[in-house]
């Protein structure tokens, strides 16, 4: 076991505040609270935001990207777009300084903390009926026995008796989840552009071109959210090829999302 290490004189972290500390090679986000003092990885588990930054309000830190929130004693993911925790560490007062002692295991790769609002969640805070305002569809490979999302939007879309325009186009779009995050693309803010255009190819069809960003560059949710896209809209009859690309300028904010979807994953 690693032993602690002195990282800061008690008067030197304000209270309510925090401050970066290194220890052993780790940069470790210090809070001071309350009077007590807690320790984190100085790492968002969504995409490696900076916690000491974040704002703090009580005991909980606001990741200063895109407003994942922790608890700051136990590290529990307490908001989207995080859903694991990250790792926390002992600390103790002594001699006037506070010490930290790292701790192995739990962190980026720790357990799944179940997001706000989906079901069986232990922090749940919407309504479940609310929840069901977003669409239900399970994202690929979904093995609860539900049909997966590729199979769901073929046969909406193969049936689309609708003329094809850009509002038809989103709402097919949001048969697409993030498989994390269970909220659809579009309530998501990931379609920034979608463009119609005559098929030069095929006679009365059109083909779609679909602007979308992630929600964060290294998005590992990037490849299957591309391919659900091409599949849902490849369906319709009216669609002769889809072009999906992807832009990170400007980036995604949580501000992209609609209140449903913010609702939803308990981002105020
Ligand atoms: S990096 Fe922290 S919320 Fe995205």
Not at 47 to 54: E, M, R, T
Not at 239 to 266: Q, S
């Amino acid at each position: 076991m690693a032993d602690f290490v002195r990282v800061a004189g008690v008067t030197d972290v304000p209270d309510p505040g925090s401050m970066l500390v290194e220890v052993e090679g780790e940069m470790i986000a210090l809070f001071h609270v309350g009077g007590q003092f807690s320790a984190l990885d100085d790492v968002c588990t969504h995409d490696g935001g900076p916690l000491a930054s974040g704002e703090l309000t009580g005991t909980k830190i606001a990741c200063p990207r895109h407003g994942a929130r922790f608890d700051i004693r136990t590290g529990a993911a307490l908001s989207m777009p995080a859903i694991r925790g990250t790792r926390s560490h002992d600390v103790k007062i002594d001699a006037g300084g506070v010490w930290i002692r790292l701790r192995s295991g739990h962190g980026i790769d720790g357990p799944v903390t179940q997001p706000i609002g989906y079901p069986g969640s232990p922090h749940v805070e919407t309504p479940e009926s609310e929840s069901l305002t977003l669409p239900s569809v399970p994202a690929t490979g979904a093995t609860d026995g539900a049909a997966p999302v590729e199979a769901t939007a073929l046969t909406t879309a193969a049936s689309d008796t609708a003329p094809l325009c850009e509002d038809r186009v989103r709402e097919l779009l949001k048969t697409v989840k993030d498989p994390e995050l269970f909220v659809n693309i579009v309530d998501l803010g990931l379609i920034y552009g979608v463009t119609l255009a005559p098929s030069a190819e095929v006679s009365g069809k059109q083909q779609v071109s679909i602007d979308m960003t992630m929600t964060s560059p290294a998005c590992p949710a990037g490849p299957q959210l591309i391919g659900d896209t091409k599949r849902a809209l490849a369906a319709h009859p009216a669609v002769a090829g889809v072009e999906v690309r992807i832009v990170m300028d400007p980036p995604w904010t949580p501000d992209r999302m609609t209140d449903d979807a913010r609702d939803f994953l308990g981002i105020f």
